[in-house]
């Protein structure tokens, strides 16, 4: 074999190994990330919007255990909002919550029956170091007792749009630790939530009070301060940037765990103007549910990233104008009304594509408006629906998409006076007979 045949040879091979490694590395770049999460269910949401970014058997009923009290605090914050109750009003302690107080084998700060509390060193025992005592203090306050609280539970639910959950009791506690007076179901009975259903709640929570993140985020406090009863609260989140497990951006939201419910959390963080979500249930131990809730966070940052998909004043192909009857103008344009920003898988944002949906309580059956129209009136709304060929997996709640942006008209269309109707009223039937006459010639020939 001469040196020339052995020279193409080798250059041969090394071209094939080069265009080999180069379509291996294309087929591994384009693949689908995976993530394996050591939890009975999870889910991983953008938190402004509610969109999907990873679920697993996020229908499975389980108990949440401690999750429970971001039901609570939502009731709470709600009567806040409406004047019900204020963060300065004292409440007296029932027998019940002493004793429940007293077991220090449960999350707990002491409380005293011949004291009174405010609602706010309720709320933050509560909500800072998961107080079982305190919760129920609240809940017999806001509805009388914790059986009619429950009650509001169950109810608010079905308002948030939740649609896997059973509640027995404000805590997120077994019945069997309530010393025999729980608030609904069986002796031995645990709240349920699916994740998806916690992941909701968590969102209605920090989208509908956003100050719930103030406290969720406080690393450490000390109860009744300058007190003989004053107690070192550290925060159950061990996520939060100055505890064990710091994660920097982590600001809440909620830990729980019981024999039944093993170790779960549910997670917020945000970094620069992202701010992710997720719930873990069912992990094995305290530390597994944040080293998950870490693996859901970094996939969310390593693979997704929010990009504007629609500007404002954007017209879509197609759907530029809108048709008017009874109107000066036969059409009218319209364009978004906002921008529409959404969080995207990293190099696909030429995947998301917008579509209009029309009003229809706006239009007639034809698709039109019915003049007169004003400027800027709201006539639908664009989605945005993924091309790619990932999975897509939707938003927490598809009957109130935020990844969404209005579509309005650009201009007044006047209504038309009775001449000119009557003038086109006139055109349209001799139009009709005009039409008529050519079909019926064609169809001589």
């Known amino acids: 074999m001469n040196s020339k045949i052995k020279q193409l040879l080798a250059m041969t091979l090394v071209f094939s190994f080069v265009i080999g490694s180069l379509f291996s590395f294309s087929q591994s770049a384009s693949a689908a990330p995976t993530l394996d999460v050591n939890a009975e269910a999870a889910i991983l949401v953008d938190g402004e919007t509610g969109k999907i970014l990873y679920q697993k058997n996020v229908d499975m009923l389980l108990p949440p255990a401690s999750m429970t009290k971001m039901m609570t605090e939502y009731l709470l914050l709600e009567a806040i909002k409406k004047n019900k109750i204020s963060w300065d009003q004292k409440t007296r302690i029932s027998d019940h919550v002493h004793k429940i107080s007293q077991n220090r084998g449960l999350s707990n700060v002491p409380l005293r029956v011949d004291e009174q509390y405010t609602v706010r060193e309720l709320y933050e025992a509560m909500a800072i170091y998961s107080a079982n005592g305190a919760t129920i203090a609240l809940a017999e306050l806001l509805a009388g007792s914790e059986a009619e609280f429950v009650q509001k539970m169950n109810d608010k639910a079905k308002e948030l749009g939740m649609k896997d959950y059973h509640f027995v009791n404000s805590t997120g506690l077994n019945n069997k630790d309530l010393i025999g007076k729980h608030a609904a179901g069986d002796a031995n009975e645990e709240n349920m939530m699916s994740a998806r259903s916690t992941a909701i709640l968590a969102f209605r929570l920090i989208n509908d009070y956003p100050e719930v993140l103030e406290t969720a985020s406080i690393p450490r406090k000390i109860f009744r301060d300058g007190t003989d009863d004053k107690i070192k609260m550290e925060n159950w989140n061990w996520m939060l940037p100055d505890l064990v497990y710091g994660y920097q951006g982590v600001d809440g939201l909620k830990t729980g765990s019981t024999d039944l419910a093993g170790f779960a959390f549910t997670g917020t963080i945000k970094k620069g103007d992202t701010r992710l979500l997720s719930v873990v249930m069912k992990t094995n131990s305290y530390k597994a549910r944040f080293d998950e809730t870490k693996k859901l966070f970094d996939y969310g940052f390593n693979n997704f990233e929010k990009a504007q998909i629609l500007p404002d004043n954007y017209q ?56 007169p129209v004003k400027k800027g009136e709201v006539v639908g709304h664009v989605l945005i629906d993924y091309k790619g060929k990932g999975e897509d997996h939707g938003y927490l709640l598809d009957a109130d998409k935020k990844g969404k942006t209005e579509v309005v008209t650009k201009d007044s269309v006047e209504k038309a006076n009775w001449f000119i109707l009557a003038l086109r009223g006139v055109g349209g039937f001799f139009g009709g007979i005009w039409s008529g006459i050519v079909d019926m010639v064609k169809g001589l020939f």
């Open 316 to 371: 879509i192909k197609g759907n530029k104008t809108v048709p008017v009857v009874k109107g000066k103008e036969k059409e009218v344009k319209v364009a978004t009304k906002e921008a529409l920003s959404l969080v995207v898988k990293r190099g696909e944002k030429e995947n998301y594509k917008p579509k209009f949906v029309a009003d229809k309580k706006k239009m007639t059956k034809e698709g039109e408006l019915t003049a």
